[in-house]
Structures are given as C-alpha cells and as structure tokens.
T-cell receptor
Framework: DTGVSQNPRHKITKRGQNVTFRCDPI?????LYWYRQTLGQGPEFLTY????????KSRLLSDRFSAERPKGSFSTLEIQRTEQGDSAMYLC????????????FGPGTRLLVL | AQTVTQSQPEMSVQEAETVTLSCTYD???????LFWYKQPPSRQMILVIR??????QNATENRFSVNFQKAAKSFSLKISDSQLGDAAMYFC??????????FGTGTSLTVIP
C-alpha cells in the first residue's frame, strides 16, 4: 500500500493555458474524489468517481473543468483556459466502496496561475 | 446547505498539556459520520479520529478523543499530552451521505516546547 499519489506536486502556468493533473489512488479503492483547497480554507468537494463512473459533480466544477477515470484506476483533472482564480491546491482522495468510509488523501497538486 | 464551523482559527498549547478544538455543524440528518483530519505543513491530510452519529460512545484513539454532542451538533477534539508532532492544521469534516465530505475552515495548532 503506497498511498495516494498525485502528479505534478506543483504547477505554474499562465492564464489561458490548459493544465492536467493526475491522481493514482490506493490500489483496489473503488472511489476517488477531487477537492480544491484555497488558502485559509478547508477542502471543497469537486467531484467523485465510483470505479470509472463519475457520480457527482459540484457546482464549483465549471465547464472549464473535466475529470476522467477511464479504467477505474487513476484519474485526471483537466482545467482549460485557466484563470487566476483557479490557483489552489487540488487534492485527491480514495476510499473503498461503501458509504462513510475514511477518505485517504494524496499530497495534492499546488497550482499557481500567473 | 451543509456547513461546518471551526470557530478557532488558531490555538496553542504547551507541550504535555491538553487542548480542545471545537467544531459545530449544521444538519437535518439523523445518520452521518464525523471526522477530524490533521494536515501538517506541506504534508498530506491524515485521519485522526472518526465518529458515527448513531453511536452514543465518544470515539477515542490513543491521545485523541472527541466530545460528540448530537443534540447540540457539536464535535470537539481533545488532544491530551500534546507533543511537538501534533502541530498542524486540524480540519473537522462532516459526511452525511458517504459521497462527499464537508470541511470546516480549520484550526492551526501550535505546540510550545
């Protein structure tokens, strides 16, 4: 069990560029979650997958954001036409199937949009 | 809307002393789960303790314990015998459906040697 990993750990981009983040969950964890954390705030839910199906999306997830989990293993989060307001830490978490299980978090990807 | 309130942005405690971090939440649900997570500087969030709302008994995990008051919608974390390694941001999280967590804004804990 190597834990949840996220790549890259840091990303600096210019406004208007597209960025993609990757999350590798704990193996055999069926559920995968994406959160966004801005400075001084707690994580805010963006979306979650059960296997390859995206089951819920927050209204925070604008049309510029898209997430995939094509084979039910790793997931990617893409932000198109980045804006300065997208600067944040993007956290991934995974858990086993079933409600109310402990979510195991990755180290996050810190995005800075210039 | 689901809300979680942590009213103490910062707290400090002397090493070996006890500190209590507060958390309140707003809900109309009767069955849900509550969590405390710790986020050390530049490190990932890790679970501290977990409480099921239908259980009357307060959860305990070594030096960490909770005071869960369901009627008051309060879920405080007590850290006994504080250690330097306890210094971190602490987040309270509420889980009503098993589909997402709602987090508070966090409490930054400083441990004074």
């Amino acid at each position: 069990d190597t834990g949840v990993s996220q790549n890259p750990r840091h990303k600096i981009t210019k406004r208007g560029q597209n960025v993609t983040f990757r999350c590798d969950p704990i193996s055999e964890h069926n559920r995968l979650y994406w959160y966004r954390q801005t400075l001084g705030q707690g994580p805010e839910f963006l979306t979650y997958f059960q296997n390859e199906a995206q089951l819920e999306k927050s209204r925070l997830l604008s049309d510029r954001f898209s997430a995939e989990r094509p084979k039910g293993s790793f997931s990617t989060l893409e932000i198109q036409r980045t804006e300065q307001g997208d600067s944040a830490m993007y956290l991934c978490a995974s858990t086993t199937l079933g409600g109310h299980e402990t979510q195991y978090f990755g180290p996050g990807t810190r995005l800075l949009v210039l | 809307a689901q809300t979680v309130t942590q009213s103490q942005p910062e707290m400090s405690v002397q090493e070996a002393e006890t500190v209590t971090l507060s958390c309140t939440y707003d809900t109309s649900e009767s069955d849900y789960y509550l969590f405390w997570y710790k986020q050390p500087p530049s490190r990932q969030m890790i679970l501290v303790i977990r409480q099921e709302a239908y259980k009357q008994q307060n959860a305990t995990e070594n030096r960490f314990s909770v005071n869960f008051q369901k009627a008051a919608k309060s879920f405080s974390l007590k850290i006994s015998d504080s250690q330097l390694g306890d210094a971190a941001m602490y987040f309270c999280a509420y889980d009503p459906t098993g589909n997402q967590f709602y987090f508070g804004t966090g409490t930054s804990l400083t441990v004074i040697p």
